[in-house]
């Protein structure tokens, strides 16, 4: 929290002199109805001691002048808030280790269908680009609001060879630079990668291409999707077929999201990815903007005043005969 008119706190210390006036106050009372009684007499003609109700409406009111004088020095803090404008690359891995079928009903097709879910999950101002990559990375769709346009490109991915995961964060943050908001600023980019393994190919290097995005401001978060029991069938001359097994590498992925400031998930069923998909959806629509809160403050105060004055009034009222 920061403060436009730090110096203004300096009023707090009004807050220990009034207890200290209190206290002072309370010893004079005691010291004063001494003079006149026998203090070990006065539960005979005292039925109850007010207790810990006589000082509360005092801490009330000193609550609400420490409120009072922070709403007055106008404090400010992070606050998260909704995003009205953003742009969202989706990055898919389209290698052949993808078409492995333990994560159902295969690695790429459940990659398919949980960003088709996360497209109804963000707002419809989010700008949404569709990357894949294999043996290279290629655009699939720029980014933009039709979400008919995004599932056709999500649909349209096919298997490929290579893992170009480098090239394709260079390729999603080119893309997500070259958006302009509606005022003409760049609005906040992530760009979300789904792959099972490391890098197999490309121009550029993943930790490379991670320190340039995270230079330009647009975090890589990734997902490793994938189990160890994952499977793939490759042709060998004569019409055979030889079992490979693709396990996910994480390594890679996890530098990626390290480097560049996004979170790496893993997701070995299709329904954790659909979770992972719902968290990103709802880490992807906030920002963090600065709020004066004074208006706070000072209704906090309100509320202490009338507290404190009506637990007085209730407790220690005098009738009036």
């Known amino acids: 929290m920061t403060f436009d008119r730090p110096y203004v706190l300096i009023a707090l210390l009004a807050v220990p002199a009034v207890l200290l006036l209190w206290r002072a106050n309370e010893r004079r009372r005691t010291d004063g109805a001494a003079a006149f009684a026998t203090p070990s007499l006065l539960p005979n003609l005292v039925p109850a001691s007010p207790g810990w109700r006589r000082s509360l409406p005092l801490g009330l009111f000193l609550a609400a002048l420490a409120a009072l004088v922070i709403g007055i020095a106008r404090p400010h803090a992070k606050v998260s808030v909704p995003r009205n404008e953003a742009t969202v690359i989706l990055a898919i891995d389209v290698s052949r280790s993808m078409t492995a079928t333990d994560v159902q009903p295969s690695r790429l097709a459940a990659a398919q269908n949980a960003a ?41 991915l096919r298997p490929s060879e290579g893992t170009a995961i480098g090239d394709a964060i260079m390729l999603a ?64 001359v004569g019409g055979y077929t030889e079992d490979v097994q693709v396990p996910p590498s994480p390594t890679t992925l996890q530098q990626i999201a390290h480097l560049s400031g996004g979170e790496f998930f893993r997701a070995r069923t299709t329904a954790a990815l659909t979770s992972v998909y719902k968290t990103l959806a709802t880490r992807v629509g906030h920002k963090t903007e600065r709020r004066q809160l004074s208006d706070l403050f000072a209704g906090g105060a309100i509320l202490l005043l009338l507290a404190g004055g009506g637990l007085s009034s209730l407790w220690f009222r005098r009738l009036v005969p």
């Open 173 to 236: 943050t080119r893309l997500g630079r070259e958006q302009r908001a509606s005022d003409g600023f760049v609005p906040p980019t992530s760009v979300l990668i789904i792959s099972d393994g490391a890098r197999d190919g490309g121009r550029t290097a993943p930790e490379v291409a991670a320190k340039h995005a995270a230079a330009v401001h647009i975090p890589v978060s990734t997902v490793l999707v994938g189990t160890e029991s994952g499977v793939v069938q490759t042709k060998l």
């Open 116 to 156: 088709d879910s996360f497209l109804t999950r963000i707002p419809d101002k989010y700008s949404v680009g569709v990357v894949g990559f294999g043996t290279r990375a290629f655009v699939a769709l720029p980014p933009t609001t039709d979400r008919a346009l995004a599932r056709d490109a999500l649909a349209s």
